[in-house]
């Protein structure tokens, strides 16, 4: 008979990997529970770009995003799209995203984010030299490239706020660029290039850390869903799963957007709402881009992965709904194909989309809820999860252990929405 661990995380994605990580190396029995495979088409990062680095800390909610995206609301290919829906979550989050959406709100968000990301990269540079791991993280940068000289001049306004605070940026003109990538038929302007940029080969950086946490003796258990709990006297006494029952000393609730509706068995609501992202993955064509490029105009991202390409983006606030909208899809490739007019066709590999968890601020939770004493929840990523994950992890293991943090855990409270939700 299985003993009941001394830590129960729920979500085996990449932050309740890390969690799982930091926690099995303070010493603590630790099992791990995911309702689908590690690194499976469930999870939210199963089919994402795995940038990881220091850009993308600006929040999803600045000034200026609300018009923008009331703009995309009418095409129906845009990168930005809500579902007009009589949903009293969504009203409220949307409410407390347009109050985030200020210069104030924004350099606060930016600040916490960038310092999540630093830590996290040095974390992934550490495990990179890990056997198993080591050929699932490339380094060497990324390009953000513009294609309208619009977009090429706001660009280079808003990367002010990097470089003022360290990030090691460089300019580049289009010839610049193509100097960089010989191979790459861009049609930009300019771009930005950052230095200290990398990516995570995925799926096979989770399903390989899953792997290495077995091996370390952590209880992985894989297609197994939680349907309740049982409580007494501010404790989680009891955790009810597809796999049994299990009484745990800790709880941790890191599965990303399922997050908000296992704690609301718990009598809280937290401020999430998923966002549906889209991938379309391809054979490499023989004029790929050799790096990382974000078409920042139109919201895409594109990962080389040795024989493949990758082609991410938009941003759905459609509930749970996990359907694929084909105009989306054109959307990516049209974007792709102003960016980069003469890329060789190839063969589609995989279309995959998935819900990224997205609190209003951009400011993920991590942290105990009240009147628990032995829950801590660790979710509302975004867009940017895996950049944070290890920071998140570290802390989250930090909060059990009663260490101290290596980050103020004020900003990510997770009742900082509480008086709103109801």
Known sequence: MRRDPEVLIIGGGVVGLFSAYYLCLSGKDVMLLDQGPIGGPQSSSSGNTGYVGTSGAVPLAEPGVISQGLRWLMNPESPFYIRPRLDYQLLLWLLRFRSACTEKQVQTGFRVLLEMKKKSLDIFRQLSDTDGLSTCFTDGGKLIAFNTPQGFEQGCKAAEMSLKNGVDLEILTAEQVRALEPDAPFAICGAIYNKEDAYLHIPEFTIRMGRMLETAGVDVQQSCTVFDFEAANGRITTVRTTAGDFRP?????????????????????????????????????????????????????LTPLGDMLRFAGTLELVGMDR???????????????????????????????????????GIPFIGRIDPYHNVTIACGHGHIGMGLAPITGKLVAQIIEGAPPDMELTPFRVDRYRRLVF
């Open 249 to 301: 000393k800790e709880v941790v609730i890191a599965a990303g957007t399922w997050s908000a509706a296992l704690v609301r068995m718990l009598g809280y609501n937290l401020l999430l709402q998923p966002a549906k992202g889209y991938s379309i993955t391809i054979k490499t064509p023989r004029n790929g881009p050799k790096r990382p490029v974000l078409l920042n105009e139109g919201r895409v991202a």
């Open 323 to 361: 359907s694929f909208s084909r105009r989306r899809l054109d959307g990516i490739m049209k974007t792709v194909r102003a960016y980069l007019p003469d890329l060789e066709p190839t063969e589609i590999v995989e279309i995959w989309n998935g819900l990224r968890p997205c609190t209003p601020d």
